[in-house]
């Protein structure tokens, strides 16, 4: 099987300027995601797709592909994932003739991810039917009991919100980490969708793979996490 690793990361961001090369624990945001993905002997090929030069020299440093420079059409804050693969797919496909069987992608904001992670995922697609797979954690935050300001005023996004206080009588939800999306070459090309019909669900369970990285405080979190969470999980026998 031909498992393609795709690391989308452009080079604007709104919340933390450059953040994809912002230094976190002493390496770019990037090279934690980059050096997770090189431990792992399963991936055929990994490329980063990237209109920053800075960001192309980091992950060629680490011996990287950076195969293009990607158009600035496609890297801005609207942009979908969908469009960023199918432009990295084109690419490959057009210029060597490649075309991978499975496609994994990674976002760097996401800096740390199980060591298992990618050996599990091919086992699931290898045993499971299924379009594709998506890292979920369950949420914090459960929609039925939150609200919006309308005309100055909290206004709940479900009007029987106090039926839902109890969290007992909730039903779980689940959100993506970021750490994983990974889906057939066939499901893009049939349904003209990373996701497809059958999409599995990788729940991550512990709260240092669940971190993403948006603003200031989560590089915080995320460097303090780094540092302290595994003498405190030991301290604590958790």
Do not use: C
């Amino acid at each position: 099987m031909e498992i393609l690793g795709i690391i989308p990361a452009r080079g604007g961001s709104k919340g933390v300027i450059n953040k994809n090369i912002r230094k976190l624990n002493g390496l770019p945001l990037i090279s934690h995601t980059i050096n997770s993905l090189q431990k792992s002997n399963s991936l055929s090929r990994i490329i980063v797709s990237t209109d920053d030069d800075r960001i192309a020299k980091i992950a060629k440093s680490h011996n990287i592909e950076v195969p293009f420079m990607r158009p600035k059409n496609i890297s801005g804050s609207k942009t979908t994932m969908k469009s960023v693969v199918k432009h990295a797919l084109n690419f490959l496909e057009k210029k060597e003739n490649y075309k991978p069987d499975l496609i994994m992608i990674f976002q760097p904001t996401t800096p740390y991810r199980p060591k298992k992670l990618i050996d599990e995922t091919i086992k699931i697609f290898q045993t499971q039917n299924i379009s594709s797979l998506i890292t979920v954690s369950k949420i914090k935050f459960h929609p039925l009991i939150m609200f919006k300001i309308k005309s100055k005023f909290l206004s709940p996004m479900e009007k029987k919100f106090q039926n839902y206080t109890n969290r007992q009588s909730r039903e779980l939800y689940y959100q993506p980490t970021g750490a994983l999306y990974a889906f057939w070459r066939k499901t893009l090309l049939n349904h003209n969708s990373i996701y497809g019909p059958r999409i599995y669900p990788k729940i991550i369970t512990e709260n240092e793979f669940n971190l993403d990285i948006d603003n200031a405080f989560d590089f915080f979190i995320s460097e303090m996490t780094e540092k302290y969470w595994n003498k405190y999980k030991k301290k604590f026998n958790l």
